[in-house]
């Protein structure tokens, strides 16, 4: 038994389950509400199913990941503060190597402060829950969402949404994420469709590489779109890096 219990651990078999017996199949992963268990070693594409949906994968509060993993909304704990990713640029130094530069703000305090993380640098992200909400309107500083189910209204400061706050609609469907039972942060969709009001006249010609030009959006945003996109048109954007998708669908 010595021998057998060995070799499923040298196999990277893992079982949390108390009252359960733990099978090993070859590439094979069983969850239940309560207990996680793994019957091989995790690799790579685990790791980043249980950072795209941790509170449905595994029971833990956070989680180390690279600093070129970070992005615009994570939560974050460093030198015993939390904080929330409001911009995430990444910088390239010569053979210094790159680094990621990133505007915090402290969820406690409210205070934003600027630091740069080495890409190779480990970073405490911290999970949060995600609770679904519907934008409402803007008021001063504040964001007025409803919780769909209970009708209930809350108020959210700008500073949630970072730069994406230019993105909101009416009736948006928006996620906003609580850690520690409080709200700390929110965001809007990954795409949204947006209205070019303006953008230079289209000129037809052959080149070997697509050619872009920079638009005006609705919302205020200018961003690249192809040479083909009219005023007028409806495009795609992601919200990530305000980059151009394709035109909507009419």
Known sequence: MMHSLRRRLANGVVCLKRSATCESSPGS???SRSDVYWTRRPSLDDLGGVL???WSVIHR???KVL???VRLGNIIQRKGRTFQ???AQHTQHGRGGATIQVELRDVDTGNKVTERFRTDEAIERVFVEERPFTFLYLEADSVMVMEPSTYEQIELPKDFFGK?????KDNMSILVQ???GKPTSASVPPRVTCKVVEAPPYSKGMTATPQYKRVLLDNGLTVLAPSHVTAGDEVIINTTDDSYITRAKE
């Open 61 to 63: 509060r956070g989680a």
């Open 178 to 180: 609580y850690f520690d």
């Open 85 to 87: 990713v409001l911009k």
């Open 29 to 31: 992963a069983f969850l």
């Open 164 to 168: 994406n706050i230019a993105y909101l």
């Open 67 to 69: 600093g070129s993993d």
């Open 52 to 54: 795209a949906s941790p």
